[in-house]
C-alpha cells in the first residue's frame, strides 16, 4: 500500500473518531439541557427527592399499601439510605436539584473510567454514547452512582 492510501486511510479514521467525539458532546449537551430548560426533568430523582422531603417532615417516605401507588411509577420504593443521601439537595429548589444530579451523573460517569484506570479518550466517548448511560445521566438515575461506588471498592479492593 502507498504512503499516500494510507494517509487517507488516517485521515479517515481520524476523521470518523472525530465525529463520533461529536456526536458524544452532542448527546450528552442534549440530556443535560432538556433538564435545565425545564421541558423534562430528572423523573428517576423526583420520587427521591419528595421522600427527602418527607423524611424532613418526620414522614414516612413510603406509600401507603396499595397497587396504584406502585404502578404509577413516581413513588418511592427505594431502601431509605437513598433519601438520606439525597436530605441536603431539599435546601435547593427542585430544578436546581435535579440540574446538579445530572451533572453529578456525568462527574460520575468519568470517575468511574479513571477509577478503573481508563485512559483511551475513545472509552469516554462510547461511554457518553451508549444510550443507557445518557438515559441514566439525564433522568437522574441512581445506577450511575452505584456504579462508581462499584468501581471504586474494586479499584481499592486491596486495600483494609
Known sequence: MSTRAIGWRRLGVAGALLMCAVAAVVALFDAV????????????????????????????????????????????????????VVVPLTALPLSVAEGLVVIA????????????????????????????????????????FLVLGAALTWRYRDRS
Do not use: K, Q
Open 33 to 84: 439541557a432538556l433538564v435545565f430548560d425545564g421541558t423534562h426533568g430528572a423523573t428517576d430523582f423526583r420520587p427521591y427527592f419528595a421522600a427527602a422531603e418527607a423524611v424532613l417532615r418526620s414522614e414516612s417516605p413510603y406509600p401507603a399499601p396499595s397497587v396504584a401507588a406502585v404502578t404509577d411509577g413516581a413513588v418511592y420504593i427505594y431502601p431509605p439510605l437513598t433519601a438520606l
Open 105 to 144: 451523573g456525568v462527574l460520575a460517569v468519568v470517575a468511574t473510567l479513571l477509577a478503573l484506570d481508563v485512559r483511551d479518550w475513545r472509552c469516554y466517548v462510547v461511554a457518553f454514547l451508549w444510550v443507557p448511560v445518557l438515559n441514566a445521566i439525564g433522568l437522574g438515575n441512581l445506577t450511575i
